[in-house]
C-alpha cells in the first residue's frame, strides 16, 4: 500500500510542469543573480526565461511577471486566486497579523475595510475637501524657493517634496500637521525610519538558517522600536482626537473615529484598526507621491522642449498672475502627458507590492503552486518593446496625447497603481497634488541644474537601491522666477 501510494506521489510530481527558471545556489536559491535594483536583475532574467519565470528566495519559490499578457491573467482572469500578499515577519508583527489594508489577507476584514477607505476616505469628494491644505503647503514651498530665486541659492527639490507630501498628508490624515518646527515628534523622520525597517530584507523569512544574520543586524528590535514609536504617536493622535472635542479636525482621523463610534459600520473596527490604516496612508502616499514629483521634474530638466511645451499649456490655460487652481489643472492636456509619462517610465513602485497564490493553479499551461509569491515587474512591463514601440525607453509626453492608455488598472501595459482587488484607492489623491504642484512650480519658476564637472547641465538618471526607485542623489537645482507676462 505504501509502495502504491509512493509510486503515485512520484507519477504525479514528475507531471508537474514549473516555469522556467533560472538555475540556483542551495540555501539560498537565486539571490546572488539579483542586484540592488531588482527590477532591473528581473528584466535581464526575464529576457531568458521568458515574463513567467519561477525564482526561489531561500526556500521561497517566487513567479516574476515581466508582460502585459501574463499582468492581465493574473490581475484580471485569476484575480482573486492571487488577491493575497505574504507577510513576513516584520509585517505581521506591525500590522498586527494583517489588521491593516495593505497587507490585510483577501476575506472578509480586507473587504469591509477596503470598502470603508473608498466610501467614506478617498471619494473625489473627500479629496477635493482638502484643496486648502495642499494649496497652503505648496504656497509655504513656493516662498521658501522665491526666497532662494532671489539670493540666487539652490534648492534641494527632492527634500522639499518630500516635506510637501508629508505636510499635506498629515492634514489630510491627522488633520493637522506634525513637523518639528511644530515642536511634536517629527513624522517625516519617523516615516522615514519606519521605511528603512521595513524595508531591510527579512533573511530569516526566506533562508531559515541564516537567520543569525537578522539577529546580528537586531533586526527584530529595531521593528518592535520603530512600531511602538509611531503606535505610540498614532495613540496620541487619535486620544488627542477623541477625546478633545475642540481640536476635532476634517481628517482620516476624526472621519474614521466618528464613523466608529456611531457604529457606522456592519463590521466592528477598534482604535488601534484605525491606527493601522492610517499608517497605510502615510506610508503609502508620501514616498510614491514624493518620488512622482522628483522624477517629473529630472525629466522636465532633461527635455527642455517638454518644459516649455508645459509651460505654454499651463498659460494658456492659467492667464493670470497667481497660484493655479484645481480647477484649472484639469484641462491642461500636456500637464497630464507629463505626469503619465513619468509613471510609465519611473512607476514608484518598481514592482507592485507582492501578492501570493492561494490554491494551486495553471497559468499558460505552468503548473504553479499554492503559497508561491508573484512580483509583478510594471517597470520592465512599461518599458517592454514589444508594447510600446522602439522608442520605449525614452520620455515621449506626446506618445498619450492621442491615446486613451489607462493607468488606472484598466490597461495591462501600463500599471502603476495596480489593478483588480488590489488596485491602489489613493490614486486620486496622489495625482491631484502632483498636478497642482508641477503646474504652480513650473509656471512660476525656471530651473537649472548647476552645471557639473564634465560641463553636464541636466539631472542624472541614477536610482536608490531597492523597488522604491527614488532618485540616489537629491535634485539639487537653480530656482529663478518667471517674470510675468511671460
Ligand atoms: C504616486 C503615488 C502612488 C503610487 C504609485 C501607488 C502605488 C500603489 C501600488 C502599485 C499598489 C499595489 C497595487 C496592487 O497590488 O495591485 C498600491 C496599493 C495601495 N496604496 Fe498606493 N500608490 C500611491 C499613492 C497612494 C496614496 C496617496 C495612498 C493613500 C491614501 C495609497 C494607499 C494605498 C493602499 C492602502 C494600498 C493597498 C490596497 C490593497 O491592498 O487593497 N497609495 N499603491
Redesign the pocket.
Known amino acids: 500500500h505504501l509502495f502504491l501510494k509512493q509510486l503515485f506521489k512520484r507519477t504525479t510530481t514528475t507531471k508537474i510542469n514549473p516555469p522556467p527558471s533560472p538555475w540556483r545556489l542551495p540555501i539560498i536559491g537565486n539571490f546572488h543573480q539579483l542586484s540592488l535594483s531588482p527590477h532591473r536583475s528581473f528584466r535581464s532574467l526575464s529576457l531568458r526565461y521568458g515574463p513567467l519565470m519561477l525564482l526561489h528566495f531561500g526556500r521561497v519559490p517566487v513567479l516574476v511577471v515581466s508582460s502585459a499578457e501574463v499582468a492581465h491573467d493574473i490581475?484580471k482572469t485569476h484575480d482573486r486566486l492571487f488577491a493575497n500578499?505574504p507577510i513576513t515577519k516584520a509585517v505581521d508583527k506591525v500590522t498586527n497579523g494583517g489588521r491593516d489594508?495593505?497587507f490585510a489577507p483577501y476575506g472578509e476584514y480586507?473587504r469591509n475595510i477596503?470598502s470603508l477607505?473608498i466610501v467614506h476616505l478617498?471619494t473625489n469628494k473627500m479629496v477635493r475637501s482638502f484643496q486648502k491644505g495642499r494649496e497652503e503647503e505648496i504656497n509655504l514651498m513656493m516662498e521658501y524657493v522665491e526666497k532662494a530665486s532671489s539670493s540666487s541659492s539652490t534648492v534641494n527639490l527632492s527634500q522639499l517634496f518630500i516635506t510637501l507630501t508629508s505636510d499635506v498628508m498629515s492634514k489630510v490624515a491627522l488633520g493637522r500637521k506634525y513637523s518639528s518646527d511644530q515642536g511634536t515628534i517629527d513624522i517625516k523622520r519617523l516615516v522615514r525610519t519606519f521605511a528603512r525597517v521595513l524595508g531591510t530584507f527579512p533573511v530569516a523569512d526566506y533562508i531559515p538558517s541564516l537567520a543569525w544574520i537578522d539577529w546580528i543586524r537586531r533586526l527584530d528590535g529595531k521593528v518592535e522600536e520603530v512600531s511602538k514609536t509611531f503606535d505610540d504617536f498614532l495613540e496620541k493622535v487619535v486620544q488627542e482626537h477623541d477625546v478633545d472635542a475642540e481640536k476635532r479636525r476634517s481628517g482620516f482621523v476624526d472621519t474614521l473615529l466618528s464613523i466608529q463610534r456611531e457604529k457606522m459600520t456592519p463590521f466592528a473596527f477598534d482604535k488601534s484598526d484605525i491606527k493601522l490604516i492610517i499608517l497605510?496612508?502615510f506610508i503609502?502616499?508620501t514616498a510614491?507621491?514624493s518620488s512622482?514629483l522628483e522624477w517629473t521634474m529630472t525629466e522636465l530638466m532633461r527635455h527642455p522642449e517638454c518644459m516649455k511645451k508645459l509651460r505654454d499649456d499651463i498659460c494658456s490655460v492659467s492667464t493670470h498672475n497667481s497660484y493655479v487652481n484645481e480647477e484649472d489643472v484639469e484641462k491642461m492636456n500636456y500637464l497630464n502627458a507629463v505626469i503619465k509619462e513619468t509613471?510609465r517610465l519611473h512607476?514608484?513602485?518598481s514592482v507592485?507590492?507582492p501578492?501570493q497564490v492561494s490554491e494551486d493553479i495553471k497559468l499558460k499551461g505552468y503548473d504553479i503552486s499554492a503559497g508561491t509569491q508573484v512580483i509583478i515587474n510594471?517597470w520592465a512591463i512599461q518599458r517592454d518593446n514589444a508594447t510600446w514601440g522602439p522608442d520605449a525607453e525614452e520620455f515621449k509626453p506626446e506618445r498619450h496625447l492621442n491615446s486613451s492608455w489607462d493607468f488606472q488598472g484598466q490597461d495591462f501595459k501600463f500599471l502603476?497603481?495596480?489593478?483588480?482587488?488590489?488596485?491602489?484607492?489613493?490614486?486620486r489623491?496622489?495625482l491631484v497634488l502632483?498636478e497642482v504642484t508641477l503646474a504652480n512650480i513650473v509656471k512660476r519658476f525656471d530651473w537649472r541644474v548647476p552645471v557639473g564637472p564634465h560641463g553636464i547641465d541636466k539631472p542624472d538618471l541614477a536610482e536608490a537601491a531597492g523597488i522604491e526607485a527614488c532618485r540616489k542623489f537629491p535634485l539639487i537645482v537653480f530656482p529663478s522666477s518667471v517674470v510675468f507676462p511671460i
Open positions: 490581475m500578499r489594508l495593505v480586507w477596503k477607505c478617498l497605510d496612508m503609502g502616499g510614491t507621491t512622482l509613471l512607476p514608484p513602485l507592485l507590492i501578492r510594471a502603476p497603481f495596480g489593478s483588480g482587488r488590489r488596485l491602489c484607492p489613493g490614486i489623491l496622489a502632483v
